[in-house]
């Protein structure tokens, strides 16, 4: 099936000028073509289309993923936030307290992968140990790549932590023949994106599947 995802603005990658009213062709799992959306649109007129407000990008990368999904736990809403609080948890003392076993790891790495495709999220860094959470991460759509070299920050759910521009955290760029995997925001540029921060993401897709979309 063919489907056409158009914005306001399209910013296919971090070297490539930004199209207003751009669009995005995805054929299966890959991009079979980037342009105008008049033009797309009048070469496939029986495309489905999907009409995102703001700004289209590739999607984003996370580093630490495994201290995100591995050592951080994201308490059940709303069943565990009256005992534990809504917040994530972290630390060594905070998590021993918890007595987690595999399978609860593998829920909270399912819950923080959703936190992380609803921020635009394509892929992380990291090694994953517990096998409940690899299996979340497998399940999830998220491509895993090695271990980033350290920067010093804090590992983040918020992809432009530590980031002086948007572009620093596209994982790839919008062309034909590349996967389907990019992110839209409801904002009016990618200044106003960074300003802003990724929770104005309104729709991530992997492989050409809607794997987030803002109700």
Known sequence: MLTLHTA?????????????GGAVLVEGD???????YEELAAARPHARVRRWPGVLTPGLLVRGGDA???????PDDPYEVTELGADP???EAALADLK????????????????LLARGVVAVTGRFAIPAVRTAVARSGLTVLPPAATTGAEPSLDPFAGRESVAEA???VLEAGAPARFAAFAVADPAELLARG??????TVIGG???????
């Open 8 to 20: 306001e603005l399209l910013v296919p990658g971090a070297r490539s000028a930004a199209l207003p």
């Open 30 to 36: 890959l991009i079979a073509r980037v342009g105008p």
């Open 68 to 74: 995100l999904l591995e050592r951080t736990y994201y």
């Open 89 to 91: 948890i972290g630390g």
């Open 100 to 115: 987690l076993t595999e399978a609860r790891w593998g829920h909270s790495a399912r819950r923080g992968t959703q936190k």
């Open 170 to 172: 596209f994982h790839g």
């Open 198 to 203: 990724a929770t104005t993401c309104v729709a």
């Open 209 to 215: 599947r809607l794997l987030h979309r803002r109700r």
